[in-house]
C-alpha cells in the first residue's frame, strides 16, 4: 500500500522533514549543529534560567506569551532501545519581546538536533532544562519555533510493545520541548510513526492511519495523523500506542474507543459492557449535574497493564490501570464500586480539571476533590444497591486520618514555589481529607446553593484557569456562612480536632435534666475550631434512642437531654472529622449497633483511639474485634474490620503476642468464613485468613487449596487469586516439595501478568543473597521502571517474616528518596517509603529513620513530612510496645 504527501500549510516543511526522516532516514538529524556556549550567570534581567519551572518563570510567561499551539512528529521504533526522534512546530503570540523567552525541556543537550526560530536558523543556548530562545528573533506578535529533537523517555513509559505517555505535572518538558506550565493551555497537532501492528489514540480524534513502505533497514511502519485538539494544559497532552486490541461503542449516541491488552475470556466477557456502561452512566450525570454538555471533542480510553496510578484523565484519551476496570466473577462489591468511583472520578475530571484548570499546581487539590466528590455522587446512583454513606466513610476516613495523625501531615492547599516539587503535593489529604472538607461545606450551604455555585464557576471559568480564592468568592456569595474563616482551618491548615465529652446528670433518675457537654481541641494542643456538622447516637436505659445533630461551631456545646444517656455513640453518621471518643465497652458491641454506617464509624473511632493510647491496647482491641468476624453482615464493613484487624497482627502486636494470639485468629476467620452466607464475604475473609497463616496448619491448609485449585465452601479463586496465594506461601518459605513460584509462572498465559511474577519472584527469592542482589537493582532507576511492581516487590522483601534480613536495606532506601522523587511518577516517593516501612515495629528501625532526619536537617520540606507520614505507625508501634 502506498501513501501520498499532503500539504499541511505553514507546518508543512517540518512535517515534510518527519516523514522524510521516518520513511527514508534522511541526514537531515545528523547534520551539525552550533550550540551556544554555557553562560555562567544569567545573561539579561526577568525569570533567571534556573531547573524545573519556577513560579516566577510561569508568572512571567503567562503575561506575555498567548495562544500557543504546538504540532509534534514522533518516530516510535518497534525496539525500545531506540531512540525516538521527533520534529515540533511551536506557534505562539508575543506581547513584549524584550526579553528571551524559555521553552522548558528536561533532557541532555545532546538530544537537541536543530532550532530555527521565525525562519531563521538559531544557536542552541540549552541550560538548566530550558532552551532559551534569543531575543534578536523573537517577534512581538505571532512567533514560530521549529525544533528537531530526539524524546526524552523520562515519562513515555516504554515497553517491548508499547509505550504511554504520563506528564502530570511537569512532564510534558521531559519529551518534547514546551511551556510546561497549567495556564498556558494549548492546542496539539499530533503525528505518529509507529510499527504497522500497533494501535494509537490521543487526545484529538483520529484523521487517519496509512500504511507507509520504507526502506530495508526499518520495519513496515503505520503513519497516525490525528487533528487538532481542544485547549488543553500541556500535563493533560497524551498518546498511547502499541500492541492493543481496539474496541469501538456508542453508549447514548457518543461513539467510544477502548484499548487494552487483556486476554482473559472471562474478564473480557464480563467486564466490556460494564466498562462502557459506567462512562455512559457517568457522563450522563455529569452533564445533568453540571449544566454543561460534554466539553471536548470524543471520549476514549485505555487499559494500562500495571499503570501507575488507577487512572489519568487525559482530554479524549483517559488511561486506567487494567486490573482495577477488568473484573472477573470472583469480584467483590469493593471491587465493583472501587471501579465504578475510578471511572466516575476521571469522567468527572472532564469538568473539573479539564475544562477548568487550577492555575497552578498549589490548587492541584482543587481538581481532586471535585473529582472524588462527584464520583462518590455517581456511583450512588450508577451501581445498585450501593450504600453511599457507608462507603464515603470506609473510603475516605481511615485514609485521610493516616495523614493527618501524623507529625508530617500537611494542609489541602499547600504553596509551591516549582513545578518539579509539585509531585509531593499529591496524597491522601487532597483525595481523602478534601472530600470530606467539601461534603462538610455542602452540607453548611445546602446541596441546591452548592450545585449552583459550581455550576457558575464552570461557566464562568470554562476552557480557562481559576483559584481556590476564585471558587470561594462564588460560593461565599450564595451563603450567609463566613466562608473565609471556615476555609482556613479547614483548607489552609492540617491537622485534626479532638473530642471529648462529660455526661452531666443522675445516671438513674429522669428527675433532673441532664446535659451532654462536648468539647473540641486541636490535636496538637491549638486552640483552632472545626465547625462542622455530625450525630451522635444516643441509648437511654429505657430501650429508647435517638438522633441527634449536633452543630458545633465553637469549642464548646451544651446538649440537653429527655433523660440520663445509658450510651453514647459519636459520630454515629460518619460525617464528623477528628478523634471521637467511644463509649466503655464498645469494641466488643459494634456487632449491636443497626447501622452499618454507624458501625463503621465506630470502627474507625476505636482505631484511632487505639492508635493514640487510649480505651484499648491493640490486643484487647483485636479480641474485640475477634468477636465480630462472624457476627458482620455488611460486606464493605467486613473489609474495614478484616483490614484493622490485619494492620494490628502485623504492626502493633509483638512477635510474641503474634504467636499467642495466631492460631485463635486463624481459626477464628476460617469458622467465620464458613458461616458467612455471602460469598463475596467469605472471599474477604479467606483473603484476611491469607495474611495472618503464621502456623503450619494454616500454611499447609492454603498449600492445598493452591496446588488443587480448590478454593473453599462459596468461595471464586481467579488466576490473580492464585497468584496472590502463591506469593503468601512463598514468603513464608513454606517447604512444598516442589518450588511454588515457577509452577505458578506456568500456570500464566498472559504476557502481562507472567512478566510482573517474575520481577517479584527475584524480591521473594528464599536465598539472602539473591534479594540482596534484587534491592542493589532498585538502586539504578531502570530497576525501577515499573513502579507498581516495585511497590509490590518491597511489600514482601520488608515483610514482617523477611524483616530480620531486610532491615539493613532500610539506609539506602532512604538515601534513594531523593533520587526517586525526581525520577519516579507522583505517587512513588510515598509508595516506596509506605512500602518500606509500613509494617516495621523494631525500636532499630525507628532509630534508623532518627538518624536520618537528624543528619539531615535541611531535608526537602516536603520529603521530610512524606517521611514523617510512612514512619508514623512504626513510631506507633514502638510506643504501644512500651
Not at 95 to 104: A, E, G
Not at 334 to 355: K, Y
Not at 471 to 482: G, M
Not at 711 to 720: I, S
Request: a neutral charge.
Amino acid at each position: 500500500m502506498t501513501f501520498r504527501f499532503r500539504k499541511y500549510g505553514r507546518a508543512g516543511a517540518v512535517l515534510l522533514v518527519f516523514l522524510s526522516v521516518a520513511c527514508h532516514r534522511a541526514p537531515v538529524f545528523n547534520t551539525p549543529v552550533t550550540t551556544a556556549p554555557q553562560p555562567e550567570g544569567m545573561a539579561t534581567s526577568g525569570p533567571p534560567v534556573t531547573t524545573g519551572v519556577s513560579e516566577a518563570l510561569a508568572v512571567a510567561r503567562k503575561a506575555t506569551v498567548h495562544r500557543v499551539g504546538y504540532e509534534l512528529g514522533l518516530v516510535i521504533p518497534a525496539r525500545k532501545t531506540q531512540p525516538i526522534e521527533g520534529v515540533e512546530s511551536v506557534f505562539f503570540l508575543l506581547s513584549d519581546n524584550r526579553l528571551p523567552v524559555q521553552l522548558d525541556f528536561k533532557v541532555p543537550t545532546g538530544n537537541l538536533r536543530s532550532l530555527s526560530v521565525n525562519g531563521q536558523s538559531a544557536a542552541i543556548d540549552h541550560r538548566n532544562e530550558h532552551i532559551v530562545l534569543p531575543v534578536a528573533a523573537l517577534h512581538q506578535g505571532q512567533n514560530e519555533v521549529k525544533i528537531s529533537f530526539i524524546a526524552g523517555e523520562l515519562s513515555l513509559n516504554r515497553n517491548d510493545d508499547y509505550l504511554y505517555t504520563l506528564l502530570v505535572p511537569d512532564r510534558a518538558r521531559t519529551v518534547f520541548p514546551v511551556f510546561d506550565q497549567p495556564d498556558l493551555k494549548a492546542t496539539f497537532k499530533l503525528k505518529l510513526i509507529v510499527p504497522q501492528d500497533w494501535q494509537a489514540v490521543a487526545n484529538a480524534p483520529l484523521r487517519d492511519s496509512i500504511f507507509a513502505d520504507t526502506s530495508a533497514t526499518l520495519a513496515r511502519t503505520k503513519r497516525y495523523t490525528f487533528a487538532t485538539s481542544d485547549s488543553i494544559s500541556t500535563y493533560l497532552f497524551s498518546f498511547a500506542a502499541g500492541k492493543f486490541t481496539r474496541v469501538n461503542r456508542t453508549m447514548n449516541g457518543r461513539p467510544m474507543t477502548f484499548l487494552h491488552r487483556e486476554t482473559d475470556p472471562a474478564k473480557l466477557r464480563l467486564s466490556l459492557g460494564p466498562i462502557f456502561q459506567l462512562h455512559a452512566d457517568a457522563l450522563a450525570f455529569m452533564e445533568q449535574y453540571t449544566g454543561l454538555p460534554y466539553p471536548f471533542q470524543k471520549f476514549d480510553f485505555v487499559a494500562i497493564p500495571d499503570f501507575q496510578y488507577g487512572g489519568m484523565e487525559h482530554v479524549g484519551a483517559i488511561d486506567y490501570k487494567a486490573s482495577t476496570l477488568f473484573l472477573d466473577e470472583g469480584a467483590t462489591q469493593d471491587q465493583v464500586l472501587a471501579r465504578s468511583n475510578l471511572v466516575s472520578h476521571e469522567t468527572a475530571h472532564m469538568w473539573f480539571g479539564d475544562l477548568v484548570t487550577m492555575q497552578w499546581f498549589n490548587d492541584v487539590w482543587m481538581k481532586e476533590v471535585f473529582a472524588n466528590f462527584m464520583a462518590d455522587k455517581i456511583t450512588q446512583v450508577a451501581v445498585k444497591n450501593a450504600n453511599y454513606d457507608l462507603k464515603f466513610v470506609i473510603d475516605h476516613y481511615p485514609a485521610a486520618y493516616g495523614i493527618d495523625r501524623t507529625a508530617g501531615a500537611n494542609p489541602i492547599r499547600q504553596p509551591l514555589a516549582n513545578l518539579q516539587d509539585a509531585g509531593s503535593l499529591y496524597g491522601n489529604i487532597i483525595y481523602h481529607k478534601a472530600p470530606i472538607m467539601m461534603r462538610q461545606l455542602e452540607r453548611l450551604m445546602g446541596p441546591e446553593a452548592f450545585r449552583d455555585g459550581l455550576r457558575e464557576y464552570l461557566k464562568t471559568y470554562a476552557h480557562g484557569n481559576a483559584t481556590w480564592p476564585d471558587l470561594i468568592k462564588i460560593l461565599d456569595a450564595r451563603t450567609p456562612a463566613d466562608l473565609q474563616a471556615w476555609n482556613q482551618v479547614w483548607v489552609n491548615e492540617p491537622g485534626r480536632p479532638v473530642f471529648t465529652y462529660r455526661s452531666l446528670g443522675n445516671e438513674k433518675s429522669d428527675r433532673f435534666k441532664p446535659q451532654l457537654h462536648i468539647h473540641q481541641q486541636a490535636e496538637d494542643g491549638s486552640q483552632r475550631l472545626w465547625p462542622q456538622q455530625f450525630e451522635v447516637l444516643i441509648e437511654y436505659y429505657r430501650a429508647k434512642t435517638e438522633h441527634r445533630l449536633i452543630r458545633m461551631s465553637s469549642a464548646d456545646t451544651l446538649l440537653w437531654l429527655p433523660a440520663t444517656p445509658r450510651r453514647i455513640v459519636f459520630n454515629s453518621d460518619g460525617l464528623g472529622y477528628g478523634v471521637f471518643p467511644v463509649a466503655e465497652g464498645l469494641a466488643g458491641q459494634v456487632s449491636a449497633l443497626e447501622n452499618p454506617v454507624s458501625r463503621a464509624a465506630a470502627y474507625v473511632n476505636l482505631y484511632e483511639n487505639m492508635l493514640r493510647g487510649e480505651e484499648n491496647t491493640p490486643l484487647e482491641l483485636l479480641t474485640a474485634y475477634r468477636q465480630s468476624l462472624a457476627s458482620e453482615p455488611e460486606e464493605l464493613n467486613l473489609k474495614l474490620l478484616t483490614g484493622q484487624a490485619s494492620a494490628i497482627f502485623w504492626e502493633f502486636l509483638t512477635p510474641a503476642q503474634r504467636l499467642a494470639v495466631g492460631p485463635g485468629l486463624e481459626q477464628d476467620l476460617w469458622t467465620a468464613l464458613q458461616k458467612n452466607p455471602s460469598p463475596n464475604s467469605q472471599k474477604q475473609l479467606f483473603k484476611t485468613y491469607q495474611s495472618i497463616a503464621l502456623t503450619r496448619p494454616a500454611q499447609a491448609r492454603l498449600y492445598q487449596i493452591w496446588q488443587t485449585q480448590q478454593a473453599p465452601a462459596k468461595v471464586k479463586l481467579t488466576e490473580d487469586d492464585y497468584t496472590a496465594l502463591a506469593l503468601a506461601l512463598a514468603v513464608r518459605d513454606y517447604a512444598a516439595p516442589a518450588p511454588i513460584l515457577p509452577a505458578q509462572l506456568a500456570r500464566i498465559t498472559n504476557a502481562d501478568r507472567r512478566q510482573r511474577l517474575q520481577f517479584l519472584m527475584q524480591a521473594l527469592a528464599a536465598d539472602v543473597a539473591t534479594r540482596d542482589a534484587f534491592f542493589a537493582s532498585l538502586k539504578d532507576k531502570a530497576g525501577r521502571a515499573k513502579e507498581a511492581w516495585v511497590t509490590a516487590a518491597l511489600g514482601y522483601l520488608h515483610h514482617p517474616l523477611r524483616q530480620v534480613t531486610s532491615e539493613k536495606y532500610l539506609p539506602a532506601s532512604l538515601n534513594l528518596l531523593q533520587e526517586i522523587q525526581l525520577t519516579g511518577d507522583i505517587f512513588f516517593p510515598y509508595s516506596w517509603l509506605q512500602a518500606t516501612l509500613g509494617s516495621y515495629q523494631s525500636p532499630t528501625a525507628a532509630a534508623t529513620v532518627r538518624s536520618f532526619l537528624a543528619a539531615h536537617p535541611d531535608y526537602n520540606p516536603q520529603l521530610r513530612a512524606k517521611l514523617l507520614q510512612a514512619a508514623d505507625d512504626l513510631f506507633r508501634a514502638e510506643k504501644l510496645a512500651h
